[in-house]
């Protein structure tokens, strides 16, 4: 074995281990939204081994079309980083994000991108179209999608389903 290959112990935790803690972070993030009558999407910009900001959707509480988690983790984390490049941090979202949020990452630099649940309707990572991994855009974060999909899908499914009027 090569000397710069690390081998994981039974005490550290792996990388899926890991990227799972901090979806579960952004996906109690989103709920608190639920609360709020905000669609339950959450987001986490994490640096290392912290998470340095957090949000949920907000754009019904602040009338915001651009009130989504990811923009205001995102700017959130570039204030409490005190710089507008996060070229050292991973964001966490419940959603694939949408063409608005993945401009913004792309903006932001955002090193990797993770998130749970795809959008068919306005995914921006692969599903109506992959924005993040545009080749003519001047930055492409590592992307992982479908982390705790099924959990975060039900959770947004569950949100409207609730909501829904049922029919006379």
Not at 131 to 152: A, K, T
Request: hydrophobic residues 45%.
């Amino acid at each position: 074995m090569p000397s710069d290959v690390r081998v994981a112990t039974d005490r550290e935790p792996t990388r899926f281990a890991i990227d799972e803690q901090f979806m579960r972070n952004a996906m109690a993030i989103a709920n608190d939204g639920i609360r709020q009558n905000e669609v339950p999407i959450g987001a986490v910009v994490v640096r290392g081994a912290f998470i340095v900001a957090g949000a949920n959707n907000r754009t019904i509480r602040d009338q915001d079309a651009t009130a989504h988690a990811e923009l205001l983790a995102i700017r959130e984390a570039c204030a409490a980083l005190d710089r507008w490049r996060l070229d050292d941090c991973t964001l966490y979202a419940t959603l694939e994000p949408c063409a608005m949020c993945a401009g913004a990452i792309v903006l932001a630099r955002v090193r990797r991108v993770v998130f749970g649940a795809w959008d068919e309707k306005a995914g921006m990572a692969g599903s109506l179209g992959d924005l993040l991994r545009h080749p003519r855009l001047n930055h492409s974060p590592e992307v992982q999608g479908g982390l705790l999909g099924d959990e975060c899908a039900v959770m947004l499914s569950d949100f409207f389903e609730e909501r829904r009027v049922p029919p006379l």
